[in-house]
């Protein structure tokens, strides 16, 4: 017998697995002297409206029953190393999740990717932190598994439409993730744990009999007529392929310049700009358990979530938190010498001192007229010259801008600044100065409104760290909304981030399986 009940549990009993079961199979009126009974948790979400703080919890109780087991998922790829070959360009979660599905639709693909493997990257990441040596490409954006394998892990998405969400999260823990993620409505795996996994989903790939080459960078694409053939890489070599999948990631400019001066087809996209802001953690916690003194052992790191509109010369536009990493650490994600750019991450344990988040504002074409003339790269152009503006007032180095919060609602200087968890060091700047007006001021009124919403958050106990510029793509490669393939250039599937139609690790890798879809479905299986 099998019975599906909804519990409302204290943190200490949600958490510790024999009070949990003691409590679900009360709940479900089971006797606990019953022999053969199995409880677990399927969903798990944390509520904090009131001062009591609950964990909801839907569990399954079984007795006299073996549970199926929760992943459903086995991973036993065929083998397709004498099949035909598609290229897969970036091997972030859009790559490496398109890969793995062309191996099970029986293509074999080559997976190139610019940077390091997993490993080699580490030493790229500590010569930023360290030396403030940027590897134009090896870096915390590019390398094996993209921006998201040191830069946090979080596997939270709003879409829903988009795929098979359960599916992405199983592959996950069919290559080393903890069932957890299957069970917490906000999933994380952490950076810490991210690169073991990375390298298991490529080893999937390799004895399947596909191909994954490293530091190796396509600068050309080889084009019949209105069809793509194949890539040219930087050392001349030719790769041909019966289509392909490009998955750059936000940050690939090379590859945007290289499309435009292609005469592909590519547009200038929204994004949002403005910088990352850090707290203690345990402040957030006060502010968000409403705990007197610390959080106590049972309940994660706590996050939030804000959004404002704000007005600036006639025009609305959002400011919001985006990628909040409790428990977290900011690092230097630059990707090229001459620009300097933060984001966020966190461990599996979530156990820093620190709680950063990105606090962007929305940036609309319409408030770029004076880079109109950069076309479809209008957006990204804007972007790389906010950055440099950035290294330049933080040094020149990777020392970060950065102010207090509330001095930079007042305008003011920050006579000295807060510990940090950003390796490279902060230099103590007017961020009004560092930010477009358009940007910097709505941020104020952002920040004004966030400190009536959350008592405690204003406060000179934090500070803005600069920039977070990095949150999507500034450039768009349009598709066809069912096909997948560019509209013009046959045997291109745009895909992820970089082309703008992902947010994130899963709605990437969702992504990266539907275009492996398309392209074999129109080009291998006909």
């Keep these: 017998m099998k019975k599906e009940i909804q519990l409302q549990l204290t943190p200490e009993v949600a958490y510790t697995e024999d009070l949990f079961k003691e409590a679900a199979l009360r709940a479900a009126g089971i006797s606990l002297a019953e022999s053969d009974v199995y409880a677990r948790q399927v969903k798990r979400s944390i509520d904090a409206r009131s001062r009591q703080v609950k964990i909801n919890v839907t569990a399954e109780v079984f007795v006299k029953e073996v549970p199926e087991p929760m992943l459903t998922f086995h991973n036993d790829y065929p083998n397709v190393s004498n099949a035909e070959q598609i290229i897969i360009v970036g091997a972030g979660p859009a790559g490496m999740f398109a890969a793995l599905r062309a191996i099970e639709l029986g293509v074999k693909p080559i997976l190139i990717e610019r940077g390091k493997d997993v490993r080699a990257r580490r030493r790229d990441l500590a010569a930023i932190n360290k030396s403030h040596i940027v590897n134009p490409e090896s870096n915390y954006c590019f390398g094996e598994g993209g921006a998201g394998t040191y830069s946090d892990g979080k596997l939270y998405t709003r879409s829903k439409k988009r795929g098979d969400i359960r599916r992405i999260m199983e592959i996950f823990v069919a290559h080393g993730a903890t069932e957890e993620i299957l069970v917490d409505s906000h999933p994380h795996i952490g950076t810490n744990k991210l690169p073991k996994l990375v390298a298991e989903l490529r080893n999937s790939i390799l004895e399947a009999g596909g191909e994954v080459l490293f530091d190796t960078k396509v600068v050309d694409f080889i084009l019949d007529g209105n069809e793509m053939k194949g890539v040219i ?126 606090m962007v504002v929305a940036v609309e074409l319409e408030d770029l007229p004076q880079y109109a003339h950069y076309g479809p790269l209008a957006a990204m152009m804007f972007q790389a010259e906010v950055e440099q503006k950035a290294w330049k007032m933080g040094g020149e180095t990777q020392v970060a801008p950065a102010q207090l919060m509330v001095d930079f609602t007042n305008r003011k200087v920050s006579e000295s600044l807060l510990d940090t968890s950003y390796q490279p060091g902060l230099s103590s700047v007017d961020m009004h100065a ?45 598709r066809d909304k069912e096909s997948f393939e560019h509209p013009i250039i046959k045997g291109l599937y745009p895909c992820g981030e970089g082309a703008g139609y992902a947010g994130g690790i899963v709605s990437a890798a969702m992504d990266g399986e539907r275009c492996a879809e398309r392209l074999v479905e129109k080009y291998v299986r006909r």
């Design 434 to 478: 560092v930010l477009p007006k358009m940007i910097s001021e709505r941020l104020r009124q952002g920040l004004v409104a966030f400190g009536k919403k959350m008592k405690g958050y204003l406060t000179n106990e934090a500070q803005l760290i600069g920039i977070e510029s990095r949150t999507s793509s500034p450039v768009r490669i349009p």
């Design 233 to 358: 890489l930087q050392n001349g070599e030719k790769i041909l392929g019966k289509g392909v999948i490009l998955a750059t990631g936000h940050s690939a400019r090379d590859i945007f310049l290289l499309l435009h001066q292609k005469q592909i087809l590519i547009e200038a996209k929204p994004f949002a700009l403005g910088v990352r802001i850090e707290h203690r953690q345990n402040l957030i916690d006060q502010i968000q358990y409403s705990c007197a003194v610390d959080r106590g052992p049972y309940l994660p790191a706590s996050y939030y979530s804000l959004v404002q509109q704000t007005e600036y010369q006639g025009k609305q536009r959002g400011v919001f938190s985006f990628c909040m990493c409790p428990g977290g650490f900011i690092v230097p994600a630059a990707t090229a010498p001459g620009e300097l750019v933060v984001n966020g991450m966190s461990p599996s344990r979530r156990d820093s001192k620190y709680a950063n988040s990105g």
